[in-house]
């Protein structure tokens, strides 16, 4: 009965020890033994944050107890696809063996560290929003009996790499309300995470400004922001400041206000060419109407009929009217030396 004890024992002991030597992993290391005293280990940063356009350090070390002796040590990097065995090979983004990344990474991703001695650290250049996601490393090698093996970091251990963008402002602007005769102004930025804008006064002080979230369906994407400001006449002309600021840092743009501005309306500005218009149109039609008149009536719009007669030239010197002559007579006296294109004339109208 002993006997038979005893090896159940011996079982349940090494059981033991099996799952005790499988719960070595800490934060960021997947650590594991095997049969012989086999220690591997595969350690990897667990969250990593970049800034769009700029680069990234993705670290990985692997350890083995027999690092030295094993042949054709490889790094593959994948992206998102958690897989327990060999990544399939579109999501491998990085094979150290044949250094060749995947397209939507080529001459963004190089290996930093030597790969052969169990450095997989690799450098992502020029970040994308797309970049972000979960990057499983894994290293792989040829034992010496000739098969291939290969260990991966363990699920949840992956690197997680979020991609943050520097605050920009994209527009600032100003705007006049006519009918409460103020002022708004506009500042409209983006920035990962959400950013904050601030609007400063000419003389440096802070001003209250209300301020929303452009797009609140991607927490995951960059976040633009609008304020708005609304100021009066009674407040400082002069340069307006919008100031955007996140953890990554900080962009600032001015709009200048000036005091009793005025913005003219298209629509007032139409109005009335349309009307000056229409004038013209009405005192052109008019004329042309008058002087259709007047020919019909064969005289002159221009011309008193009260004022027509009959002209009769005579000298200054002897001017005889007639009442009931139809002519007047014309005298020129030669005595005192006058030709007649000497004389003064005088018109008469009958």
Known sequence: MIFLIYPALMIMILGCLLIESRILDTDNCTIEKKDGGIKIELCAQREVIGVRGEDVILPCQFNHSYLNILEDLRLLLSKDKRTKGTPSKQNVVYNSSSNEPREDFKERIEPVGNVSSGDGTVRISHLRMEDQGWYPCR???????????????????????????????????????????????FCEAEGKPEPNITWWNPQGLLLNASQMLVDKMYPNKTQNIKSRLIITNDLLEGKYKCLVQNKHGADHKFVYFKQNAQKVSWTVVLWSTLLCLVLLVLLTLGFFISKKKYKNQGTSPLQNPKE????????LSEIKVDSGATKSENHVHSSHGFGEENCVYAVVQK
């Open 139 to 185: 290293f792989e090698w040829t034992k010496t009996n000739g098969k291939k093996d290969g260990f991966t970091v363990r699920e949840e251990k992956e690197t997680n790499l979020q991609v943050d963008v520097r605050p920009k402002i994209l527009n600032i602007s100003s705007e006049f309300v006519n009918s409460s005769n103020t002022w708004k102004l």
């Open 308 to 315: 027509e007669g009959e002209v009769t030239y005579v000298t």
